[in-house]
Antibody, heavy 123, light 107 residues
Framework: QVQLQESGPGLVKPSETLSLTCTVSGGSVSNYRYYWSWVRQPPGKGLEYIGYIYYSGDTNYNPSLQSPVTISLDTSKNQFSLRLFSVTAADTAVYYC???????????????WGQGTLVTVSS | SYELTQPPSVSVSPGQTASITCSGDKLGQKYAFWYQQKPGQSPMLVIYEDNKRPSGIPERFSGSNSGNTATLTISGTQAMDEADYYCQAWASSTSYVFGGGTKVTVL
């Protein structure tokens, strides 16, 4: 069974870059059947899709995000990463990495999730 | 932008049926997905493609989707079903979108 584990700093200063890595075990990020994604959840609030990356390097990002974002892939380490630039307090959230099924976008969903990691943006 | 609207809370007695709605423009023409999230845990898929259950999800969870509303139904609700539930869909304008979540309380 696939497992995902987030890692990275729990505290980031305003205007700096938030960087997180997701390590995948029990499956390969090079599997053509899946996308690898990030979702966040501000404390006490709902879920927000950030974006995904495919093994080919193709990416998709939420057009509603206020902060610029980049998702990258390291197939040699079976990892993918999130970078969120120029963060503000509004970016404080639990960040989840998740696997998405690949296919018709309307039929794509999140089938496995990491446990999540809290990132606080504060000086 | 595309939005999904859920009631903030639903209360149900043990053994009764809980219905959680998710409203969006022409949602019935899209697929709806449902996730369960218990306190301190990550979300878990309970319904995909409107009405399909992943392996390991109890039969008491079912889904439907028509018109502007998708519905998650929990039949014979148990105390372990107390959680937040989120609907999700895809729209070309907003990519993958989640509803605001519904807290199900089993009284």
């Amino acid at each position: 069974q696939v497992q995902l584990q987030e890692s990275g700093p729990g505290l980031v200063k305003p205007s700096e870059t938030l960087s997180l890595t997701c390590t995948v075990s029990g499956g390969s990020v090079s599997n053509y059947r899946y996308y690898w994604s990030w979702v966040r959840q501000p404390p006490g609030k709902g879920l927000e899709y950030i974006g995904y990356i495919y093994y080919s390097g193709d990416t998709n990002y939420n057009p509603s995000l206020q902060s610029p974002v980049t998702i990258s892939l390291d197939t040699s380490k079976n990892q993918f990463s999130l970078r969120l630039f120029s963060v503000t307090a509004a970016d404080t959230a639990v960040y989840y990495c998740a696997r998405m099924t690949r296919g018709n976008p309307a039929a794509t969903y999140f089938d496995y999730w990491g446990q999540g990691t809290l990132v606080t943006v504060s000086s | 932008s595309y939005e999904l609207t859920q009631p903030p809370s639903v209360s149900v007695s043990p053994g009764q049926t809980a219905s959680i709605t998710c409203s969006g423009d022409k949602l019935g023409q899209k697929y709806a997905f449902w996730y369960q999230q218990k306190p301190g845990q990550s979300p878990m898929l309970v319904i995909y493609e409107d009405n399909k259950r992943p392996s390991g999800i109890p039969e008491r969870f079912s889904g439907s989707n028509s018109g502007n509303t998708a519905t998650l139904t929990i039949s014979g609700t148990q105390a372990m079903d107390e959680a937040d539930y989120y609907c999700q869909a895809w729209a070309s304008s907003t990519s993958y979108v989640f509803g605001g979540g519904t807290k199900v309380t089993v009284l």
